[in-house]
């Protein structure tokens, strides 16, 4: 899972100057999508479970529906349209949760290693070495059938997505930065080691971490769908991208938009978010490949 | 050389017991196993007698001691379904998922690295953004979108494959390629992005200035070098053979440790998912252990230098 670490490589043209077109369009159908999120409650006309059997399956407008619901009904007759923004409303709520757990904790640790060095950066570095190994999705689902499901402990656990890597990246970033002057000069000073790290070495190094954060986030997002489409994610009366496309898939052969609406979302969000992470780093640190 | 296989061995045998240590301590994090297995209206004195039966009684150092033993004996506990042996009941799936991810694992390959190596020789080419096209895309679509654009495509549309199931001939095709395309595709741009960087270096722009022909310069100098992040990746690759289908097996209803895996987790048979996730880490282990051998072979610098990687 670690593997989409690896950016979309650039051409190294004008990158550093203004956004390019396929950066605006994916900053504004990001915007478009936070700011669903943000009013789910007060844009969608129906309610997420609000059941109309009356009106089972219908398609979307242009295939014979109506604009009632543009985008169709479920198997319930639930409106899509609804369901989607509520949906986005979930998974972006449990993706942003995630990076930031991620993106502390890993810190912390990294922090950390680079602090004591000795026996706790090399137990440290062991962890990292295992957690590495071992594939996101087998450890998330082997948590879940220990503990269960609720939606903190999902997020909580989604938390756990790229905290090597973060820790990798924090401790690396710490203590190159502790071999500058700036960090000697405050330790001279007699500044305790939580200030040195947290008001001089994290402000010189979030641009490096907020880069990865961002690069990670789509793949949180996947991440999360696919637990959730497995039926292990985010569970029923709430729904996300996931569970609209593990409902849909029963129809796809009558009713195939109920799979193509959400599928649609969520590609075109992580594909925004990546082009997003990718002028990020290109333009604030060219450095991270 | 011997020193540095002594050291990747000692830290794979390290990652095995951390996972072992960690299965260990979410199973007894997760509530008294007695009062999971009888219920909570058993009589105390049942309780008592199981606890006691299965060393629940003991220290806590015991009981670490004790199931890593059990471990040691291949002693991995009794799917709580139906009391047949996990380790037997995750066996038998095994070659239904490597049914799947070998031959993947063959398109992923040469598919990704051909397409990769070509894009990075074409570079700014027509062939190569469509390359490039294609491995974004292969990032940002879920296995299990891809999965069923294509059962809506050749199942539903034009009815050639079966949708689902392992009863059919036809039956691996759709999954295999679902699983070919997406690794296919990663794979192409970490290679592509590998075969440029090394096809900058001097050591190319010296062998070409020395006569040495385009094409072996390829091969030999510029392939060589660009296989060593390639084979980070592959490593992570065959480290999935045995679970790392667990959507597309879902999708297409296949009966392998992937599907067995949801269905446990649903059931929380505990014993099953603890099998699977040490049989994964094991696979992980090996793997990247496979690969830190052949790193050593592809790159002398590398067995000297043992803390160095990719």
């Not at chain 1, 000069?185 to 994290?202: C, T």
């Not at chain 2, 299965?23 to 909570?40: C, E, K, N, W």
Request: hydrophobic share 55%; net charge positive; with cysteine.
């Amino acid at each position: 899972m670690s593997l989409a670490m690896i950016g979309k490589p650039m051409a190294k043209s004008d990158k550093r100057s203004r956004p390019s077109l396929y950066v605006s369009l994916a900053g504004a159908w990001v915007i478009l999508m936070l700011l669903t999120a943000l009013f789910a409650d007060h844009l969608s006309p129906f309610t997420v479970t609000g059941i109309d059997l009356s009106h089972r399956l219908v398609p979307p407008v242009g295939l014979g529906g109506s604009l009632i619901h543009p985008l169709g009904t479920d198997e319930l007759g639930r409106d899509v349209a609804s369901r989607l923004m509520h949906s986005v409303q979930i998974s972006l709520l449990v993706a942003f949760g995630a990076t930031i757990i991620s993106i502390c904790f890993g810190t912390i640790v990294g922090f950390m290693a680079a602090h004591f060095r000795g026996p706790v950066e090399q137990i440290i570095l062991m962890l990292i070495d295992v957690q590495a190994s071992l594939p996101f999705l087998i450890v998330a689902l082997s948590i879940l059938a220990f503990f269960g499901n609720t939606l903190a402990l999902f997020i909580g656990l989604m938390g756990l997505y790229n905290w090597e890597r973060n820790a990798r990246l924090a401790r690396a970033l710490a203590i190159s930065a502790n071999a500058q002057g700036y960090a000697g000069a405050v330790r001279q000073l007699g500044a305790h080691p939580i200030r040195i790290y947290f008001r001089h070495i994290l402000p010189n190094t979030a641009a490096t971490l907020t880069v990865t954060a961002t690069l990670s986030f789509p793949e949180i997002v996947l991440a999360e769908s696919g637990l959730s489409f497995l039926g292990l994610g985010v569970q029923p009366p709430l729904t996300s991208l996931g569970i609209m496309v593990s409902y849909g898939r029963e129809y796809i052969a009558t009713a195939p938009w109920l799979v193509i609406a959400p599928s649609l979302v969520i590609v075109v969000t992580t594909l925004s978010i990546s082009i997003i992470g990718d002028w990020l780093r290109d333009t604030l640190d060219p450095t991270l490949r | 050389m011997f020193r540095y296989l002594g050291i990747r061995l000692f830290r794979a045998l390290l990652s095995i017991v951390l996972v072992i240590t960690f299965t260990f301590m979410v199973l007894r994090a997760s509530g008294d196993p007695a009062l999971q297995i009888l219920g909570p209206n058993a009589q105390a004195s049942a309780l008592e007698a199981f606890r006691r039966s299965w060393g629940l009684d003991q220290p806590l150092w015991w009981q670490y001691v004790s199931y890593f033993l059990a471990i040691l004996r291949g002693d991995l506990g009794r799917s709580m379904l139906n009391g047949q042996s996990a380790l037997s009941v995750v066996a038998d799936r095994i070659p239904m998922s490597l049914a799947l991810t070998v031959p993947a694992l063959l398109i992923n390959v040469m598919l990704g690295v051909s397409a990769g190596v070509f894009a990075a020789l074409h570079r700014d080419t027509v062939v190569d953004r469509a390359v490039m096209m294609f491995s974004v895309v292969g990032f940002t679509v879920p296995s299990y979108v891809l999965a069923l654009a294509l059962i809506l495509l050749f199942s539903v549309e034009f009815g050639v494959l079966p949708s689902g199931g392992s009863d059919q001939a036809l039956s691996f095709v759709l999954p295999v390629v679902t699983l070919g395309i997406g690794g296919a595709a990663t794979l192409a741009r970490f290679t592509r992005s590998a075969m440029i960087e090394v096809l900058g270096q001097l050591f190319v722009t010296a062998a070409s200035a020395k006569g040495v022909s385009w094409g072996a310069v390829v091969r030999h100098h510029a392939f060589k070098n660009a296989c060593i992040p390639v084979l980070t990746l592959l490593g992570l690759m065959l480290g999935g053979l045995i679970a790392g289908s667990v959507l597309v097996e879902n999708v297409f209803g296949w009966p392998g440790v992937g599907q067995l895996l949801i269905v446990s987790v649903a059931r929380r048979d505990l014993a099953v998912v603890q099998v699977i996730l040490l049989l994964v880490a094991a696979t992980m282990t090996a793997a990247n252990l496979v690969v830190d051998i052949l790193y050593g072979i592809i790159d002398p610098r590398l067995r000297s230098r043992p803390s160095a990687r990719g």
